[in-house]
């Protein structure tokens, strides 16, 4: 024998099933929109009227058909946020958030007017409630340092302040969700529990005292009622109502409890759990639907001719339509390379001229083909080269912290690298939605804002999504698209007929379902097949046949590897660290705090080139491409907005083209995420998202970073500042580290 080593050719003929896929198109901006996501609501103690927080701003509606009016007069120069009744319905409070000035705590009368500012020195406040007797208001401090500045941070836990203003005083350095019952002198906080979980407890006004009266692994919130006599929880998405009891020995709490009467109120789920005329009626939302029990109801028995309680089915809208914001500019860029993606080719148009009327791309064509009109304002980009805006498909990062940020660093950096687009396949549904909603209407700048929300999760934690039914998937699935998803995460549920539940619900509701494996190569194929949209993370195999590549090319199903955070061996973000200064990239240093910034990219792993598997995963994903399977990019919020071009770049090194590189940054993932009737090419009549790079991204396209203008829905920005040209006048004001 030589040693010589040589393939054994074999044929396998076989068939598989596979599912459809669900792919909806999205409208991607409509002149006018409805709200889904409203955070906070509250029925006053009457039940004649709601409170609650949509798109940064309270509102107030007379129930059940009234229209929603703004509570304050105060100057919008900041967002109002988290407001809670009186006992006596005279009075509400509320937060108001600043990034200059951070929170205070504010009184106004429920019939509307100018607030009262009742604490004295700033913070980072939460949930402010009233004492029974109205005397006092107490409410959270937390930390900050993040998205927020770390300024007044020092003092956390919970705090109380006179009614009408005055000094602060900590109550306690260790619980949340602050409120009273039915006496003025027990205080009810959320503390986390010895081993796990949160506990309800009472403490006395001087912190004192304390008594647990419940506890639970997986619970994410406890409301006490106002006649001490029930309590509320929320558990897998849903809320719980049951007989508060006395402390001393803690109730167990799960999604059921053999011990005492409980009742799940919720149908499809529940956010805001709280309590309404005297704690007779408990009340919840979901998106802008509000929903109510009575008490009586919750705890009827059935049997003997008596039907037991039933969840209710419809709510009362708390919806808004609100106009989104456009420019009324014509702006026409000349000179550039044009790489439009229109074509398999790139569609590349040297010496282009691309007109934008509003917020749309009214023609694009080679110069002196293209008749720019009176009155538009030219922008000489000669020497470099526009792309569209770049969409990442699996995008993560935090919307707020509790409220939203009026500038949000992270959104800052990612826009300012030319990502017009996200889609994140896991966060905080009643953050992230209304950061989108915001993001519609031009209060916050960012990225286009498409998300999953709250991941379907089938790992035990406060995150855990029980499934062990085609209609539990229909709850979980109807309560994200309630809320403003237009997709769901399929994520780590360990029985494949429970991810065969998820796949199955989203298709009925006409949603994209994105499922994760988790590196499990088996998993991942059986979701292939299976009818998911997308499959997110790379396979890990180093090599994939003719079998894997063979049938996944057969079917509609999407890839996005996250190359930077590859399964299989050492990942591609460490990569690009070590490729360069990560901390000196200008856009970096301009727009992430050099502490969050500077000890990832600093002090950095270092290998031999051959060590790091992503341009392995890279290759596979070329081969998967070359199928037909379309592949996205990822950054799966590694580095903001940097990310999105080391997935581009990685593409690149398992054997992309540049063409090939930038359409799964672009076109492709339009097409797989349902985008591309508006977005991922450069064409009459598409959204004018755009990216100006001052480089030859065809020729090299490791200068794709080099970004010199942002166009988002028809609206410049440069790069560097943020400080929007030509279409506007808006200004980046000093984050709190400048």
């Known amino acids: 024998a030589s040693g010589a080593v040589s393939d054994i050719p074999f044929h396998v003929k076989d068939t598989r099933t596979v599912y459809e896929v669900p792919r909806p198109q999205v409208d991607v901006a409509p002149a006018t929109f409805t709200t889904h996501m409203v955070r906070n609501a509250e029925i006053s103690p009457d039940g004649s009227k709601v409170v609650f927080e949509s798109a940064g701003r309270l509102y107030v509606k007379r129930l059940p058909d009234g229209k929603p009016e703004a509570l304050t007069s105060d100057a919008r120069d900041h967002f109002e946020y988290d407001p809670s009744w009186s006992r006596d319905g005279k009075h509400i409070a509320f937060v108001t958030w600043d990034d200059q000035e951070l929170a205070h705590v504010h009184r106004v009368r429920a019939s509307g007017g100018r607030s009262t500012r009742l604490t004295t020195q700033p913070g980072h406040y939460h949930g402010p409630r009233f004492s029974p007797d109205g005397g006092l208001v107490v409410f959270q401090a937390t930390g900050g340092g993040y998205l927020t500045s770390p300024d007044w941070a020092m003092e956390t836990g919970v705090f109380s302040v006179p009614a009408r203003g005055g000094e602060m005083t900590r109550i306690t350095d260790d619980g949340g969700n602050p409120h009273f019952g039915s006496r003025a002198d027990r205080l009810f906080v959320t503390r986390s529990a010895e081993g796990g979980g949160r506990q309800l407890v009472s403490i006395d006004l001087d912190g004192d005292r304390p008594r647990v009266h419940a506890k639970g692994a997986y619970v994410l919130r406890f409301e006490v009622a106002p006649d001490g006599r029930h309590f509320a929880f929320r558990e897998n998405y849903h809320v719980y109502a049951l007989p508060l009891p006395p402390g001393g020995n803690a109730l167990e709490l799960s999604t059921s409890v053999g011990s005492v009467v409980m009742t799940r109120a919720s149908r499809d789920g529940g956010n805001f759990p709280h309590w309404a005329n005297s704690g007779r009626t408990l009340a919840w939302s979901l998106g802008a639907q509000l929903f109510t029990a009575d008490v009586d109801d919750l705890f009827r028995l059935s049997g003997e001719g008596e039907e037991g309680y039933e969840a209710p089915t419809n709510g009362i809208s708390m919806a808004m339509e609100l106009e989104a914001d456009r420019p009324t500019s014509v702006v026409a860029f000349t000179g550039a390379r044009i790489v439009t993606m229109a074509g398999e080719d790139g569609g590349v148009i040297d010496d282009g001229v691309l007109v934008v009327d509003g917020n749309r791309i009214s023609a694009v064509g080679a110069a002196g083909s293209v008749v720019i009109p009176d009155g538009a304002e030219t922008v000489d980009v000669s020497g470099k080269t526009i792309i569209p805006g770049l969409i990442d498909a699996h995008a993560h990062g935090g919307a707020g912290v509790g409220m939203l940020p009026e500038q949000n660093w992270e959104h800052y950096a990612t826009l300012a690298f030319g990502v017009t687009t996200i889609h994140d396949p896991s966060n ?94 088996h998993m991942d194929l059986s979701m292939v097949a299976d009818g998911n949209s997308a499959i997110e993370h790379n396979l890990p195999q180093s090599t994939l046949y003719d079998d894997v590549l063979q049938f996944w090319g057969q079917t509609d199903v999407a890839y996005t590897p996250t190359l930077g955070v590859t399964y299989g061996g050492l990942r591609g973000e460490d990569y690009w660290y070590m490729k360069s200064n990560v901390w000196e990239h200008p856009i970096l240093a301009r727009f992430v705090p050099p502490h969050i910034l500077q000890p990832r990219s600093v002090r950095r792993t270092k290998a031999p080139e051959e060590d790091f598997y992503h341009v392995t995963s890279a290759r596979t994903s070329k081969a998967l491409a070359d199928r037909g399977v379309m592949v996205s990019i990822g950054a799966h919020g590694q580095r903001e907005g940097l990310a999105s071009h080391w997935e581009i770049w990685s593409l690149a090194q398992g054997g992309m083209s540049s063409i090939e590189a930038l ?55 440069d790069a560097q500042t943020l400080d929007e040209q030509v279409t506007g006048n808006r200004k980046t004001q000093p984050f709190y580290w400048q």
């Open 428 to 521: 905080d549904a009643t953050e992230i939605f209304a950061a989108a909603e915001m993001q519609r209407t031009g209060q916050i700048l960012a990225p286009r804002i498409y998300s999953t929300g709250d991941i379907i999760y089938g790992a035990k934690s406060g995150y855990f999504a029980e499934i062990n039914s085609l209609d539990d998937a229909r709850e979980h699935v109807r309560r994200l698209k309630a809320q403003g998803a237009g997709s769901v995460k399929n994520y780590n549920q360990p029985r494949r007929d429970q991810r065969q539940q998820v796949a199955v619900a989203a298709r009925e509701e006409d949603m994209l379902v994105v499922a994760e494996g988790g590196s499990l190569f």
């Open 663 to 717: 359409a799964a940054a672009t076109i492709v993932p339009a097409r797989a995420l349902g985008y591309s009737d508006d977005l991922g090419s450069i064409e009459a009549g598409k959204l004018a998202d755009l990216v100006v790079i001052d480089a030859d991204v065809i020729a090299d396209i490791y200068q794709s970073d080099k970004v010199d203008m942002v166009m988002l829905n028809g609206r410049l920005y």
